[in-house]
């Protein structure tokens, strides 16, 4: 895929993080205190659950018609979970942006440095425990996983936080409200850029001839 310069009004935000690095809630809490965060909504070959809506939790697409996606290069990133498979697809990012809207992304950090190789300008962030102490603490709290598994995760951190230098923001998630206002600034700060604040008040720029 060829790298876009991305000359849309909204932003993209990936975030990456170990299991049980709180990715997830930080990400849930922060669309919940901002409207315009938006998630982007994936592809997927599974069946819809209880209230789920085409278009809205998930695209709901046949395996022949993600085959066909996966033949025309329409992902960004996709992956086999549990005997289904789901893609993020580069035109609903688009599309999104395209609309104002900023999406965020949560995803493995492959994933999140392949994204950051098609969207230029996409905004890269890292969410670290603590401490080891406390990243195995919280997967044991979780009560998910047995020990082995706990153990693999833990291995799988190693590999992961490795990585973290490659990111342009890291967070580290000691205090949850500190983690969530942290995240929250790295989002506002993105939007007062030169290039953004262009992108998204195009008008505005147009008229002072800039």
């Not at 922060?30 to 998630?39: F, G, K, R, T, W």
């Not at 291995?155 to 992961?160: C, F, L, Q, R, Y």
């Not at 490659?166 to 600034?185: C, G, P, Q, T, Y």
Request: glycine share 4%.
């Amino acid at each position: 895929m060829r790298m876009e310069s991305m000359e849309y009004p909204g932003n993209l935000f990936v975030v990456a993080a170990p299991s049980g690095a709180g990715k997830s809630s930080l990400v849930k809490a922060l669309m919940e205190l901002d409207s315009h965060v938006q998630p982007s909504v994936s592809h997927t070959t599974r069946a819809p659950r209880g209230q789920e809506k085409h278009g809205r939790e998930y695209f709901f697409v046949s395996n022949a018609e993600f085959d066909a996606m996966v033949q025309a290069d329409a992902f960004v990133e996709w992956a086999h979970v549990h005997n289904h498979r789901y893609g993020t697809s580069k035109k609903a990012i688009e599309e999104r942006m395209a609309q104002g809207a900023d999406v965020i992304l949560e995803i493995d950090y492959q994933g999140a440095l392949q994204i950051k190789g098609i969207f230029a300008n996409a905004v890269t962030i890292f969410i670290l425990p603590p401490s080891w102490e406390e990243l195995r603490a919280r997967l044991e709290r979780r009560g998910e996983d047995a020990a082995d598994v706990i153990e693999v995760r833990l291995h799988n951190a190693a590999v992961e936080m490795a990585q973290a230098h490659l990111f342009d923001f890291v967070i580290i998630n000691e205090s949850f409200e500190r983690a969530v206002f942290d995240l929250k600034s790295i989002v506002h700060a993105q939007r007062l850029k030169y290039l953004a604040q262009r992108r998204a008040r195009a008008e505005t720029f147009k008229a002072l001839h800039l």
